[in-house]
């Protein structure tokens, strides 16, 4: 390793031990400052070997804070993360396990807040409203219907 890519190894390792990355963020990041495949592929390896770096660690903490935090549904966690190049059998594992029974009641929970802002009294253009709201969440279409029916 070149000494330039030791400085950008110990920086890497003050920024995943401050927040949870990914290795598509690290990559990133090495990117930018032009370092070779070979030394990338070794700062990716290394710090992957120490641990500051865990796939699965970074896609539970992903969930769980877009879940808890933004109100984001299943379908966009899962589209922000298959942006990010993560193993969607993995995703799917996490996903399942992190989102249980409550999920229904956060989406009712943030629908009827939402109901709750309308001005509108036509029972269609509401339903439309929350509807689109809804799937700009990500929220899933059985879901939206079940809850706007209601």
């Given at each position: 390793m070149t000494l330039e890519s030791l400085k950008?190894?110990?920086n890497l390792e003050r920024i995943c031990s401050t927040s949870e990355k990914c290795s598509n963020d690290v990559?990133?990041?090495?990117?930018?400052?032009?370092?070779?495949?070979?030394e990338s592929e070794l700062i990716l390896n290394?710090?992957?070997s120490a641990k500051y770096i865990d796939e699965e660690r970074?896609?539970?903490?992903?969930?769980r804070d877009k879940y808890r935090f933004s109100k984001w549904?299943?379908?966009?966690?899962?589209?922000?993360?298959?942006?990010?190049?993560?193993?969607?059998?993995?995703?799917?594992?996490?996903?399942s396990e992190q989102l249980g029974n409550e999920y229904k009641a956060m989406v009712l929970d943030e629908l009827n807040k939402h109901r709750k802002k309308l001005k509108?009294?036509?029972?269609?253009?509401?339903?439309?409203?929350m509807a689109r709201f809804a799937s700009q969440?990500?929220?899933e279409l059985a879901s939206i219907e079940s809850?706007?029916?209601e």
């Open positions: 950008v190894l110990q990559l990133k990041y090495i990117a930018k400052c032009g370092l070779t495949q070979e290394s710090l992957q970074y896609i539970t903490a992903f969930i549904g299943k379908y966009k966690i899962e589209q922000a993360l298959f942006l990010k190049k993560m193993n969607k059998q993995l995703v799917a594992k996490i996903l509108d009294t036509d029972p269609w253009i509401i339903k439309g409203k969440r990500g929220y809850i706007t029916n």
